[in-house]
């Protein structure tokens, strides 16, 4: 009997050692999986700054335009661009905070040896910090920052500051290795509308480009050579769990796809390249199978989907059905996005002689006619 109560006690002990065991795997890819959330966000800003800037003429609009990007999509707290030499004059002030004398960070030692040096800086509250960076944080309002010269070759434009103000966390490794490619990018922005030489900016763009996406596909390759060696050691005692894992190594090559897709668009319509492929195919059933993707963000959002493609049954057109689908889920799923909570957006077919008439409306803000 006391034999039996001893292995019983040990199988016990086993399950629950495999069971904070897969916890804590568990937690670790949900971790791995918001990391990869945050660097597809960046990715994409950065593509949407770079697009933005790439027809900008004028400096500080462009400064403008990667400062808001940061602080208001990536969720920086300040954004700050000294230009010149020191102590430097304020390109770009932005921040959640109201700074009265931001040209004072140009007297800050820390800020004139990055300059100087050519070397970047990062400082996080949670660190044994010198007084200079303690009251380079102070001016900043921040708990973690980095600092980055801004040069192209020998030429030294000025010093690009961010930072983030959040008690419980500070700017990760990832987050620093993509700010340090948005320096670049400052740079030679900073470059091209001092020379004009528009093709060299954009080439330098493209560059930029290709390192951070190389950088951004790293970490769904790593989930899925993690799932892949945990099933190779035999570490899933049970099927369901096997099968668990693997369908979220499945999701995850799935957004990878996605996400070399888009950056494939990206060069083909650049280089005038994009290529159509036109075929026959049901144009309600595609509306209907793109609202039902997106129904679960309308549910989360509270927005009613109103739509009249049960009353048309079908609609032959001919076209590029692919990207077509692209086109309605992104006008759709903006619509969603900024729609306020109880809100409606409405997905409207007509047929008007030989011609198909999609509507896609909703009472939120709405798209500028510019």
């Not at 990207?323 to 957006?345: C, M, W, Y």
Request: charged fraction near 25%.
């Amino acid at each position: 009997m006391i034999a039996s109560l001893s292995k019983l006690e040990e199988s016990l002990q086993e399950q629950q050692r495999i069971a904070r065991l897969l916890i804590q795997k568990d937690l670790a890819l949900a971790e791995s999986n918001d990391q990869l959330n945050r660097e597809v966000s960046q990715l994409r800003v950065l593509q949407e700054i770079n697009n933005k800037v790439r027809i900008t003429s004028q400096c500080d609009a462009a400064l403008e335009t990667i400062a808001q990007g940061l602080v208001l999509q990536l969720h920086f707290s300040v954004v700050i661009i000294l230009l010149g030499e020191p102590p430097f004059t304020v390109g770009v002030n932005y921040s959640y905070h109201s700074m009265t004398h931001p040209e004072q960070l140009g007297l800050n030692s820390l800020v004139q040896e990055v300059y100087a040096r050519n070397i970047y800086r990062t400082i996080s509250h949670n660190q044994n910090i010198m007084a200079d960076e303690q009251e380079l944080m102070k001016q900043l309002r921040t708990t973690s920052a980095c600092i980055f010269p801004l040069q192209v070759r020998e030429k030294k434009y000025g010093v690009f500051i961010c930072g983030m103000d959040d008690p419980y966390q500070t700017l990760t490794v990832e987050d620093q290795e993509f700010l340090g490619v948005v320096a670049s990018s400052i740079s030679v922005t900073l470059e091209s509308l001092e020379t004009e030489e528009r093709q060299r900016y954009i080439d330098a763009l493209k560059s930029e480009f290709i390192s951070i996406t190389s950088h951004q596909l790293r970490t769904p390759l790593s989930i899925i050579k993690w799932i892949l060696k945990m099933s190779l050691d035999g570490d899933f005692s049970e099927p369901t769990e096997l099968h668990d894992f693997l369908s979220k190594a499945y999701q995850t090559n799935e957004r990878m796809i996605a996400l070399v897709n888009d950056l494939l668009d990206v060069s083909r319509i650049e280089e005038g390249k994009m290529e159509y492929h036109f075929v026959k195919f049901d144009l309600v059933g595609l509306l209907k199978e793109t609202l039902d993707q997106l129904k679960i963000l309308a549910e989360k959002k509270h927005v009613s989907l109103r739509h009249n493609l049960d009353a048309i049954h079908a609609l032959s057109i001919t076209g590029d059905c692919k990207q077509l689908s692209l086109v309605f889920h992104n006008l759709i799923d903006n619509a969603i996005k900024f729609t306020p909570r109880e809100g409606t957006v409405t997905v409207w077919v007509e047929r008007q002689s030989a011609e198909a008439h999609i509507q896609i409306k909703d009472t939120g803000i709405g798209i500028s006619e510019s």
